[in-house]
């Protein structure tokens, strides 16, 4: 069978900035390659630190703008329902991209990447209108008044990795433009299509040119030229622990703003009394889904000893079920992983711990010749200690542990190994245990008997997992300052 794999028209390469498409200030370019086949389908522009300049100054002009002839939060939320429906009238196309540029099967693309985006877009919309700020009662002498505002920061880089580049870049946008702030955005190398089309529909959709900025190019060049600039007030940053460690440290040189959304190694506790088939399906799509490339998927499964077999093995024949493949082929349920050098970083791990003496199930069957596919897999007989275990793999591969003990304190003890804390989830019908282990998990979330996430909820981690929270109320207030207001009376 064949399908239809022409590329829905792709700007060329040029950032988009300050309503139009731009012509970068040097002629380098970068490949856009589908991982599905290692294909070059398209190129990027290559991004300099004069591309960034040329976005803040886009961005700031905006706002300066927005200030005389005001943007007010009910045109706000307008713009960003229009976004999410122009996105759903074109959800077709979207998701071709999506696919096409970072090899996500098209049935995830669609019922994923895509409807996620709208939701996202909507779920913020609303925010625009419900920011708030207080007012206090203050003790000095005499009448006064107290209250605070909430501003906009002003100006923000986002840098986004490549797994979701679509609902990566809503995820940052959303926010960003209800509190009332102007973007610019570096897209993944890998994986920007999807990103520079968005910022095309956002002006057809009355967001005022300079709003939503797309600069694509390099980390070390455009993304560090973005994080160093001047007059960027903020970074909302999501990818990898080292990466972000060195943004975080040039943010504090400016005394900058800075949310870091980082890597996981998330563990996973499943007890004897657990609902052992919804857990191994919901471990198996959370860990094998997008290939494994999700900062919060579980990767970590401490399964008591007495059904450790039996879910493990649950896991590994889903794995082994899965129907692995052509991207386009609306059957396919996993595809590719972004990159040769992630499929050839990701197998290091699995051989490593297959050279120390762990065992291998899952997927057996033959992965097709071209792309970067890689097998779902679940080794067992592993342990702290080994890279698998402690490293964020960030492909289709789950390490299973098991666990003898009934005490919280050890096997929080066991969840807790780790240097991340990004998510945690817990499966037991027993309501103490769950309720003990949450308090005793080192994560920014917990998921008790299920692994599905939701946009309300706010998102992020602890330890080297990064600080700072996304989506919610906190997710949306992380973009903008609180001004303290104090008026004494009587002075007229
Ligand atoms: P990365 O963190 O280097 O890249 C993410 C984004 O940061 C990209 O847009 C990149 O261009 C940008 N970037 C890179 N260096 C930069 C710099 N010096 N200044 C400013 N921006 C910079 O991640 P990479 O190299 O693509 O993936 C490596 C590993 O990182 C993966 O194997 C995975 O373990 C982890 N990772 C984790 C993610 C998560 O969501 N938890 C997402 C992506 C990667
Ligand atoms: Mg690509």
Redesign the pocket.
């Known amino acids: 069978m064949t399908f239809d794999s022409s590329l829905p028209a792709v700007p060329g390469a040029r950032h988009f900035i300050g309503g139009g498409w731009v012509e970068p200030a040097s002629c380098e370019r970068l490949p856009v390659e589908n991982p599905a086949t290692g294909e070059v389908i398209a190129e990027l522009a290559a991004g300099s630190a004069e591309d960034i300049d040329r976005a803040v100054k886009a961005a700031d002009g905006a706002l300066t703008a927005a200030r005389h002839a005001r943007w007010t939060p009910s045109q706000r939320q307008d713009a960003l329902l229009a976004l999410a429906n122009a996105v759903e009238a074109q959800a077709e196309e979207f998701a071709l991209l999506e696919t096409l540029d970072a090899g996500k099967p098209i049935s995830n693309s669609r019922r994923v990447d895509v409807p996620g985006t709208v939701a996202t877009l909507r779920y913020f919309a609303g925010w625009a209108t419900k920011l708030t700020g207080e007012s206090m009662e203050l003790s000095q002498p005499g009448e006064s008044t107290g209250y605070t505002l909430r501003e906009p920061v002003g100006v923000v880089g986002h840098?986004?990795?490549?797994?979701y580049p679509l609902m990566g870049a809503a995820f940052k946008l959303g926010p960003a433009i209800a509190a009332g702030c102007a973007v610019v955005l570096?897209?993944?190398?890998?994986s920007s299509l999807s990103a520079l089309r968005l910022a095309e529909l956002a002006i057809a959709c009355g967001f005022p040119p300079g709003f939503f900025n797309v600069v694509t190019g390099?980390?070390?060049v455009?993304?560090?030229a973005?994080?160093d600039h001047p007059d960027v007030a903020k970074i909302s940053?999501?990818?990898?622990t080292?990466?972000?460690t060195?943004?975080a440290a040039a943010c504090a040189r400016q005394m900058k703003r800075v949310t870091v959304?980082?890597?996981?190694k998330s563990p996973i506790i499943v007890f004897a009394d657990a609902d052992l088939d919804a857990a191994a399906r919901a471990i198996a799509m959370n860990i094998f889904f997008n290939s494994g490339?999700?900062?919060s998927a579980g990767s970590r499964l401490f399964v008591h000893r007495d059904v450790a077999d039996t879910l493990t093995g649950k896991v590994a024949q889903i794995g082994a079920a899965m129907k692995i493949g052509d991207t386009r082929d609306p059957e396919t349920q996993l595809g590719p992983v972004i990159t040769a050098a992630?499929r050839s970083?990701i197998s290091t791990f699995v051989e490593g711990a297959l050279a120390q003496g762990a065992q291998s199930r899952g997927y057996e069957g033959a992965l097709p010749d071209a792309g970067y596919y890689v097998a779902p897999t679940v080794l067992s007989e592993v342990r702290s200690g080994m890279a698998a275990v402690d490293e964020?793999?960030?492909g289709p591969v789950l390490c299973a542990m098991p666990f003898e003990t009934h005490d919280l304190d050890e096997i929080a003890a066991l969840a807790n190994d780790n240097r991340y804390g990004l998510s945690a989830y817990v499966w037991t019908r027993s309501l103490s245990r769950a309720h003990g282990l949450i308090g005793r998990l080192r994560a920014g979330t917990v998921r008790v008997n299920s692994a599905a996430g939701e946009i309300v909820m706010p998102a992020g981690g602890v330890r080297q997992s990064g600080f700072g929270r996304e989506n919610g109320r906190a997710g949306v207030e992380a973009y903008t300052e609180l001004k303290s207001v104090t008026i004494a009376h009587g002075h007229d």
């Open positions: 840098i986004i990795p490549w797994n570096k897209p993944a190398e890998q390099v980390g070390p455009a993304g560090a973005l994080v940053f999501t990818g990898s080292a990466t972000g060195q943004i959304e980082l890597g996981g490339q999700t900062c992630q970083r964020e793999i960030f």
